[in-house]
T-cell receptor, first 110, second 112 residues
């Protein structure tokens, strides 16, 4: 199994641009999550999904959107990028009590 | 929302010394998890504690959950260079999907 994969690894955006961060898992997990990690800080929950077609907001959802059309994929959409969205974004899926994290996407908004 | 406070923020130790990080909450936690993140890496699950007063060991790592389920600690005995990284505690956010609320982490720096 590849586990949780994320693309791209790095991205630089200009203010106002849009992009989609991709996340996929091949473990058939129903629960998936998006977190952001600012420098030197812990992770904050952006959105989560309990299964295909079901998503809900986490702690810091403003400026983001998600969709979950399949069990495997959970993309995160930034519509109008702002400098405050400069961060490392981690996707995770859950089995039992354990969350499995992807390698992250490092995003810079200039 | 729920918050977990973690101290210290940074800890410098000589290789071979012990290390402890502490996690505290103002509310009773249903459980607490610990993660390790290597520099430039992603969080990796270490353990979950559920019961009041629970103590679990993984080789040189000892995890404790307080009697009141409001605090937890991670202790590493005789640190090695492979222990370098940031250690996070995390608690369930309270929502049905059990998203996690993370502490800010303790950065462990080991001097050879």
């Amino acid at each position: 199994n590849a586990g949780v994969t994320q693309t791209p690894k790095f991205r630089i955006l200009k203010i106002g641009q849009s992009m989609t961060l991709q996340c996929a898992q091949d473990m058939n997990h129903n629960y998936m999550y998006w977190y952001r990690q600012d420098p030197g800080m812990g992770l904050k929950l952006i959105y989560y999904s309990v299964g295909a077609g079901i998503t809900d907001k986490g702690e810091v959802p403003n400026g983001y959107n998600v969709s979950r059309s399949t069990t495997e994929d959970f993309p995160l959409r930034l519509e109008l990028a702002a400098p405050s969205q400069t961060s490392v974004y981690f996707c995770a899926s859950r089995a039992g009590d354990t969350q499995y994290f992807g390698p992250g996407t490092r995003l810079t908004v200039l | 929302g729920q918050q977990v406070m973690q101290i210290p923020q940074y800890q410098h130790v000589q290789e071979g010394e012990d290390f402890t990080t502490y996690c505290n909450s103002s509310t009773t936690l249903s459980n607490i998890q610990w993660y390790k993140q290597r520099p430039g890496g992603h969080p990796v699950f270490l353990i979950q504690l559920v019961k009041s007063g629970e103590v679990k060991k993984q080789k040189r790592l000892t995890f404790q959950f307080g009697e009141a389920k409001k605090n937890s600690s991670l202790h590493i005995t005789a640190t090695q260079t492979t222990d370098v990284g940031t250690y996070f505690c995390a608690a369930n956010s309270g929502g049905g999907a059990d998203g996690l609320t993370f502490g800010k982490g303790t950065h462990l720096i080991i001097q050879p």
